[in-house]
């Protein structure tokens, strides 16, 4: 079974590789600008439309599968892009690019040895603040 590294690094390497267009905010202060140049840290863009992702991978306990001491573990969790915008970038845009996010990972691909997405991805749109809007994509996996 692939560890939860293994499956981390599949799901942001398929974002990555897919070159949407738009900056990646990955875990911790690494990030992509918008051309997917590598950068040290992240930063929002401040473009009143602009369009930028935030990335979270969140592995859950996963599925004891049997009894014996030496069975393996079954891993699950749940995969977030949050696409994040200005309020000028408007709901429609936001939501174009989730369902460009959601393309990626069709229910049943494959991210790691047997691990695959699990069910079709889903979107919600979450209440806009004075300075961003958030539509956040979760991907659920299991192997």
Same mark, same amino acid.
């Given at each position: ?12 390497? /398929? ?30 863009? /401040?473009?009143?439309?602009? #369009? ?20 393996? #573990? ?6 977030? #892009?949050? &696409? ?12 174009? #690019? ?11 691909? /494959? ?25 956040? &994509? /979760? ?5």
């Amino acid at each position: 079974m692939p560890t939860n590294n293994e499956i981390a690094t599949a799901l942001f390497n /398929t974002l990555s590789n897919a070159a949407l267009g738009y900056a990646i905010s990955w875990p911790g202060l690494r990030g992509e600008d918008a051309a997917g140049n590598n950068l040290e840290s992240f930063q929002a863009p /401040t473009a009143p439309d602009s #369009v930028w992702l935030e990335v979270m991978f969140m592995p859950n306990q996963g599925i004891d599968n049997g009894l014996s001491p030496n069975d393996g #573990v079954v891993p699950q969790g749940i995969y977030q #892009v949050s &696409v994040m915008g200005r309020p000028a970038a408007g709901p429609f845009k936001l939501n174009d #690019v989730a369902d460009q996010v959601k393309a990626l990972y069709p229910k049943n691909a /494959t991210i790691s040895g047997l691990v695959r997405v699990q069910r079709h991805p889903y979107s919600v749109e979450l209440q806009p603040s004075d300075d961003r809007m958030m539509v956040m &994509v /979760t991907i659920p996996y299991t192997g």
